[in-house]
């Protein structure tokens, strides 16, 4: 799919990892879990109906209450966060020195067989090569100078974008 968006010049392409989008998840859960734990202590523990005023007795027992429920999620989600953010500390490199030679399969890591049926696997890198020639060559290009070509386009086209989308090139908020 990749080779596919890079063939073409003038499409824009989007980059955003995916370890970004379970981090927001995980973030919101949190949230969500601070919003419901100070429900559940203003409503049940306290009796206390939206439209009731609270005194500063009940706004002090239930601000400590919710922060004693973020003392316990926060260094959780802290946590999975980090582990995230480890992965993502990665892909910086990982662009820069790409090389689809390199890249793991399914049916490689195999050896061309089904690992719960038995059956034959075609060759997936092999479908991936025959594609970035076509798209890269045009039908009678040399074979070997589509990959060339590919790893070039992601080091020197994907790279950077997703450099700047994850703050390592003058982006706003850096991962470090």
């Given at each position: 799919e990749l080779g596919c968006f890079l063939s073409r010049e003038r499409v824009p392409v989007e980059i955003l990892p995916v370890k970004t989008?379970?981090?927001?998840?995980?973030?919101?859960?949190?949230?969500?879990m601070l919003m419901f734990s100070y429900c559940l202590i203003l409503n049940f523990l306290l009796g206390v109906?939206?439209?009731?005023?609270?005194?500063?007795s009940r706004f002090i027992f239930v601000t400590a209450a919710t922060i004693g429920v973020a003392t316990i999620l926060l260094p959780i989600v802290n946590y999975l966060g980090?582990?995230?953010?480890?992965?993502?500390?990665?892909?910086?490199?990982?662009?820069q020195r790409f090389r689809i030679e390199e890249s793991k399969c399914t049916c490689c890591s195999n050896n061309h067989?089904?690992?719960?049926?038995?059956?034959?696997?075609?060759?997936?890198?092999?479908?991936?090569?025959?594609?970035?020639?076509?798209?890269?060559l045009g039908q009678g290009g040399q074979r070997g100078g589509e990959l060339v070509k590919f790893n070039e386009m992601v080091r020197e086209t994907l790279a950077p974008k997703v450099l700047r989308r994850m703050g390592v090139l003058g982006a706003i908020l850096p991962l470090r």
């Open positions: 989008s379970v981090m927001l998840v995980l973030v919101g859960i949190l949230w969500h109906n939206a439209a009731e005023t609270q005194s500063p980090m582990s995230l953010l480890d992965d993502m500390e990665q892909l910086p490199a990982q662009v067989i089904h690992p719960q049926t038995g059956q034959t696997l075609m060759c997936d890198r092999e479908l991936v090569y025959h594609a970035l020639a076509i798209m890269y």
